[in-house]
Nanobody, 115 residues
Framework: QVQLVESGGGLVQPGGSLRLSCAASGSIFSISTMGWYRQAPGKQRELVAHILNGGSTNYADFVKGRFTISRDNARNTVYLQMNSLKPEDTAVYSC?????????WGQGTQVTVSS
């Protein structure tokens, strides 16, 4: 069984930065695809970024150049560095682990961008 625990969310002013972390239990982290998703109130969940087990990354257009996803397989942790935050980035951010058809989710962490 895989458990994912996110941390690092909070309140930040526009233009500020946050780094989210997602720690995974279990032994399949290093061979899994990891993703960050977000869901704003009244909106559907959307993909922010994902990183393959080999390190290749993909970003949604709305975060390109501002967010960076990375992983540390030794620590079973995936990160999302968020810079130049905008009010429209306000959402609950959740991490996902995908491995051969199995998908696991964390509980999410709130990110609020407001002055």
């Amino acid at each position: 069984q895989v458990q994912l625990v996110e941390s690092g969310g909070g309140l930040v002013q526009p233009g500020g930065s946050l780094r989210l972390s997602c720690a995974a239990s279990g032994s399949i982290f290093s061979i899994s695809t990891m993703g960050w998703y977000r869901q704003a109130p009244g909106k559907q969940r959307e993909l922010v970024a994902h990183i393959l087990n080999g390190g290749s990354t993909n970003y949604a257009d709305f975060v390109k150049g501002r967010f960076t996803i990375s992983r540390d397989n030794a620590r079973n942790t995936v990160y999302l560095q968020m810079n130049s935050l905008k009010p429209e980035d306000t959402a609950v951010y959740s991490c996902n682990l995908y491995f051969f058809g199995a998908s696991y989710w964390g509980q999410g962490t709130q990110v609020t961008v407001s002055s």
